[in-house]
Nanobody
Framework: QVQLVESGGGLVQAGGSLRLSCVVSGRTFSSDAMGWFRQAPGKERDIVGRIRWSSGATWYADSVKGRFTISRDNTKKTLYLQMNSLEPEDSAVYYC???????????????WGQGTQVTVSS
């Protein structure tokens, strides 16, 4: 089992920044892929980006490319999502996910955090 705990969400004005954190614990050796997803009310859970824990290789959805950055701290076993130039359309519950291999589809990730709310006001 892998446990994930997100933090860092909140209310921010458009154009502002937030950094989300996701602390990872448990059988982490079985989950080299980490991802960030978001889900707005009435919408599906969509991928924001993902990272290979071992290599640091990242991938981003077009909607956030150039504004969001995923990073990880191996010593702290923490995943980060730095969000800059936030827009009202970025408002959602943000989730971190872990699994043995990366995927763009939420259903293929076995481990999830509880989510953290991000609200961007215009």
């Amino acid at each position: 089992q892998v446990q994930l705990v997100e933090s860092g969400g909140g209310l921010v004005q458009a154009g502002g920044s937030l950094r989300l954190s996701c602390v990872v614990s448990g059988r982490t050796f079985s989950s080299d892929a980490m991802g960030w997803f978001r889900q707005a009310p009435g919408k599906e859970r969509d991928i924001v980006g993902r990272i290979r824990w071992s290599s640091g290789a990242t991938w981003y959805a077009d909607s956030v490319k150039g504004r969001f950055t995923i990073s990880r701290d191996n010593t702290k076993k923490t995943l980060y999502l730095q969000m800059n130039s936030l827009e009202p359309e970025d408002s959602a519950v943000y989730y971190c996910a872990a699994g043995p291999s990366p995927s763009d589809y939420a259903g293929r990730w076995p481990y999830w955090g509880q989510g953290t709310q991000v609200t961007v006001s215009s």
